[in-house]
């Protein structure tokens, strides 16, 4: 009988000691919930991001892009769009006030060979390039404002696309160009 007294002073215990236990388990913090991601429109970069609106560029380019990141060196804003975690394709954008005229835009900021727009501000142009040092093809539209600013607008590809797939984006980014050259940074 004494070490059925033992045996149920022993379940007894162990029972209170599993009850604290819970009851310490209970009272334990939980840990806090993950991080909630918060996604940023490319304005909210600042300088030239603030023409940029990932949307618009989808739509218009076919390209998700999530990440922007703006640069003012004196009076040029820079801003580079790219979708999270890949280096290319990019799409950057710069933009100066100049005192250049269309003339001397026409004369010598556009590249031989380039084709000449109409209807993007008072002088423009598109340029195609092939792939090379270390990047896919590109693409550039760049355009003499009416407000005395330069912008040049280049899309980058990743390595390994032909580039018939720039020449094919080139109407689609002077589209692109147009919204932009609305905007005032």
Sequence with gaps: MRTDMRRLGAAALLLLVAGCGKE???????PP???ETVALPAAAAGGACQLLDYDVIEQLLGTRFDVAAARRVKDTYTCVVQSGGAARPDLVLSVTTTQADADIFEDEVTPDGADELTGLGK??????????????????????????????MRYTFATG????????LGPKLVNLAKKVDKEEV
């Design 24 to 30: 310490a388990a209970a009272d334990t913090p939980l």
């Design 33 to 35: 919930p993950a991080p």
């Design 123 to 152: 002088a423009a142009y598109r340029e195609v390039r092939a792939a090379g040092g270390g990047v896919g093809p590109s693409v550039e539209v760049a355009w003499l404002t009416d407000d005395a600013r330069m912008i040049i």
């Design 161 to 168: 696309q032909p580039k018939s797939a720039a020449s094919a």
